[in-house]
Each structure stands twice: as structure tokens, then as C-alpha cells.
């Protein structure tokens, strides 16, 4: 097997795995709670796998610049990845939507619990505002 060979079937594995957790981030979203921090991981886990997927797409730019090599096989991999990045991105993209629905149903969460604040201790005027909190005076 030649390097560009190699180096083609390096790519269809990243992006198998790529896959894999782009599902898991995409089962987080869908969820009803999220989990911060496994969201994360798997957010540092796609980044390592994307990091990696960039570097085999240099080695595979400078080999094939060399090789000018027209194989069949080489196609068929080639043909492989092109499939699957099409579909990772459709992936990637449906995540964004759920993220964009976690985030306004966040907001419109925030929007209700904010009328319902606890008002500040102290008014405008440096005093207590104890009549805005609905307190009473006593004095002795």
C-alpha cells in the first residue's frame, strides 16, 4: 500500500470516530437537561478529532502533489471521505440547530425567573429599601 493509501484510510477513521461523537453531542442536545460538562468533553473530543482530521489533510495534499497517482482505489477512498464529510456536515449543522433551541428555551427560562428576583438591598439613595421588598419597619 502506498502512502497516500494510507493516509486516506487514516481519514475514513478519524471521521468514523468524528461520527461517533458528533451522535453523542447531537443525543446531549436532544435531551431535556445537558450536561455542561459532558457536552464539553465531547466538544475538546471533536476539536482533537477535527485537529487531527486537518493535520492527514496536509499529509494527504503534499503525498498526492508527489504521487500524481490516478488509482482507482485512491478514488474510491477519496469518493468514501467526500460521503462521509457530506454527511457529517448535515450533522454538524442539525447540532447547531438543537444547540440554537437550548439556548432560547434558556433565555425564554431566564425571561420568567427575572420579574421574580429578589430586588436589591440597598435602593438608589444608599438606604435600605425595605418597603420595595415588602418588609416591614419596626422601630423600638
Not at 24 to 39: D, F, T
Not at 52 to 67: F, W
Not at 99 to 121: M, S
Request: charge should be neutral.
Amino acid at each position: 500500500m502506498n502512502r497516500l493509501s494510507d493516509i486516506l484510510d487514516q481519514m475514513t477513521v478519524i471521521l468514523s470516530a468524528l461520527k461517533d461523537v458528533m451522535d453523542a453531542e447531537q443525543k446531549q442536545l436532544s435531551v431535556g437537561h445537558i450536561n455542561g460538562s459532558a457536552l464539553q468533553r465531547i466538544t475538546e473530543e471533536k476539536s482533537s478529532l477535527l485537529a487531527t482530521l486537518d493535520y492527514l489533510e496536509q499529509q494527504r495534499r503534499a503525498t498526492q502533489k508527489t504521487q500524481h497517482s490516478a488509482n482507482d482505489d485512491i478514488a474510491v477512498r477519496w469518493q468514501t471521505i467526500t460521503q462521509k464529510t457530506q454527511h457529517l456536515r448535515d450533522l454538524n449543522q442539525h447540532n447547531g440547530w438543537l444547540l440554537e433551541g437550548q439556548i432560547a428555551r434558556n433565555q425564554q427560562a431566564l425571561d420568567v425567573l427575572k420579574p421574580h428576583q429578589e430586588p436589591g438591598l440597598y435602593g438608589a439613595n444608599g438606604y435600605t429599601s425595605t418597603a420595595n421588598r415588602g418588609g416591614k419597619k419596626i422601630s423600638i
